[in-house]
């Protein structure tokens, strides 16, 4: 008998990452809370730009994105050739894990941190290494006490996803202090434009006087272009020159990187967006607590909330929400299967998750 191709060892014990669902059975209003997605959506300005582009679909796009890096060195005061882009961040998760580690080594990330982590140190054949939490945040004495000869990679989603919890600037220096040399500290900031507290940096001033830190940053959260894709890693030049080896040659496509120009430039729809998370995370927050449930401060565009001791409170309080149309996300993947996170939507959207769990909270 012919034997099948196999994949190589460990392959198959990768759990696959499950995005948050799109669709509900039988809602004629879907209200979509699940994938922490932008509230307003995108500039206008970067959606003009994307149709521009439509006529010159047969031309392969700029393979080192280079009016895209400009434009986000402008934007953050960075140096351009210091940036490399990625279709999202996942990509550029996924090329550091692929560049920096392989079998018999070791990346380190915080327990509820981001499923991607896991998932690429795996795909490499390197050993994940979940590290405890304090109170759903990331815990720098527990990570360094974990880093071994064998750690390549330290994962650190900053704010987090899905705990929505930060670590100050002084926090986060201390972590990289106690690291050595050889380990690459990854520093995942897809959420920083929400950060408004005076002690958080997303990692710019790391990667800019260290030879081992990575920033990571999205188009996919503040800047509303989840759908193209389009992520950063702004690090040292050696480092850059690693992922521009490994990373595909035209990885950025020209309508996203046309896109993405564009909303960078808009810095009022940024600004909006902002605003109106800063109005409505906080309502939300209050509200669900009026409610009795409990709810981990967060200071991204998501709130996650408790349901008492038992899973299937939170496995039922997610079909109910279903039931009326509203998306939101299970965290049994996580290691949270007493919660669900719930994304900062438009106003009558958060009216609607509040008016909901409080006709679920009373039918119990």
């Given at each position: 008998m012919t034997e099948l191709p196999m994949p190589r060892p460990g392959i198959l014990d990768i759990s696959p990452y499950v995005?948050?669902?799109?669709?509900?059975?039988?809602?004629?209003?879907?209200?979509?809370?699940?994938?922490?997605?932008?509230?307003?959506?995108?500039?206008?300005?970067a959606v003009e730009a994307y149709r521009a582009q439509a006529h010159e679909l047969h031309r392969y796009p700029d393979g080192g994105s280079t009016?895209?890096?400009?434009a986000v060195a402008r934007?953050?005061?960075?140096?351009?050739?210091?940036?490399?882009?990625?279709?999202?961040s996942d990509e550029l998760?996924?090329?550091?894990?692929?560049?920096?580690?392989?079998?018999?080594?070791?990346?380190?990330?915080?327990?509820?941190?981001?499923?991607?982590?896991?998932?690429a140190a795996q795909s490499v054949g390197a050993s994940p290494v979940a590290v405890p939490e304090r109170d759903l945040t990331a815990d720098v004495d527990a990570m360094l006490a974990r880093v071994t000869p064998c750690t390549r990679l330290v994962y650190l989603a900053n704010p987090n996803?899905?705990?929505?919890?930060?670590?100050?600037?002084?926090?986060?220096?201390?972590?990289?202090?106690?690291?050595?040399?050889?380990?690459?500290?990854?520093?995942?900031?897809?959420?920083?434009?929400?950060?408004?507290?005076?002690?958080?940096e997303p990692g710019i001033e790391l990667a800019e006087r260290s030879d081992n830190v990575v920033m990571l940053r999205t188009f996919s959260k503040i800047y509303a272009l989840a759908a193209l894709r389009i992520g950063w890693a702004y690090a040292p030049a050696g480092i850059v020159d690693v992922l521009n080896r490994v990373r595909g040659v035209f990885n950025v496509n020209l309508p996203a990187q046309a896109a993405a120009v564009a909303a960078l430039e808009d810095v009022a729809a940024v600004d909006r967006a902002r605003a109106h998370n800063d109005r409505w995370r906080p309502w939300l927050e209050r509200e669900l607590g009026a409610l009795g449930l409990e709810v981990t401060p967060a200071v991204a565009n998501f709130v996650l909330v408790r349901f008492g001791a038992r899973p299937?409170?939170?496995?039922a309080a997610f079909a109910f929400l279903q039931s009326r149309g509203i998306l939101t996300r299970k965290m049994v993947a996580y290691g949270l299967p007493e919660h669900i996170r719930i994304t900062v939507g438009l106003e009558e959207e958060m009216r609607a998750v509040v008016a909901a769990l409080a006709d679920f909270l009373a039918r119990r």
């Amino acid at each position: 008998m012919t034997e099948l191709p196999m994949p190589r060892p460990g392959i198959l014990d990768i759990s696959p990452y499950v995005g948050g669902e799109s669709k509900a059975e039988g809602a004629a209003r879907v209200i979509r809370l699940a994938s922490n997605e932008s509230a307003l959506g995108p500039s206008p300005r970067a959606v003009e730009a994307y149709r521009a582009q439509a006529h010159e679909l047969h031309r392969y796009p700029d393979g080192g994105s280079t009016a895209l890096r400009e434009a986000v060195a402008r934007r953050y005061g960075l140096d351009a050739r210091r940036i490399v882009c990625g279709t999202g961040s996942d990509e550029l998760i996924s090329l550091l894990a692929r560049a920096y580690a392989g079998p018999g080594d070791e990346v380190v990330y915080s327990r509820h941190g981001f499923l991607m982590y896991p998932i690429a140190a795996q795909s490499v054949g390197a050993s994940p290494v979940a590290v405890p939490e304090r109170d759903l945040t990331a815990d720098v004495d527990a990570m360094l006490a974990r880093v071994t000869p064998c750690t390549r990679l330290v994962y650190l989603a900053n704010p987090n996803n899905p705990t929505g919890t930060c670590l100050p600037r002084e926090e986060v220096n201390r972590l990289h202090a106690g690291l050595p040399r050889s380990t690459l500290l990854v520093l995942d900031a897809a959420y920083a434009e929400f950060v408004t507290r005076n002690d958080y940096e997303p990692g710019i001033e790391l990667a800019e006087r260290s030879d081992n830190v990575v920033m990571l940053r999205t188009f996919s959260k503040i800047y509303a272009l989840a759908a193209l894709r389009i992520g950063w890693a702004y690090a040292p030049a050696g480092i850059v020159d690693v992922l521009n080896r490994v990373r595909g040659v035209f990885n950025v496509n020209l309508p996203a990187q046309a896109a993405a120009v564009a909303a960078l430039e808009d810095v009022a729809a940024v600004d909006r967006a902002r605003a109106h998370n800063d109005r409505w995370r906080p309502w939300l927050e209050r509200e669900l607590g009026a409610l009795g449930l409990e709810v981990t401060p967060a200071v991204a565009n998501f709130v996650l909330v408790r349901f008492g001791a038992r899973p299937k409170d939170a496995n039922a309080a997610f079909a109910f929400l279903q039931s009326r149309g509203i998306l939101t996300r299970k965290m049994v993947a996580y290691g949270l299967p007493e919660h669900i996170r719930i994304t900062v939507g438009l106003e009558e959207e958060m009216r609607a998750v509040v008016a909901a769990l409080a006709d679920f909270l009373a039918r119990r």
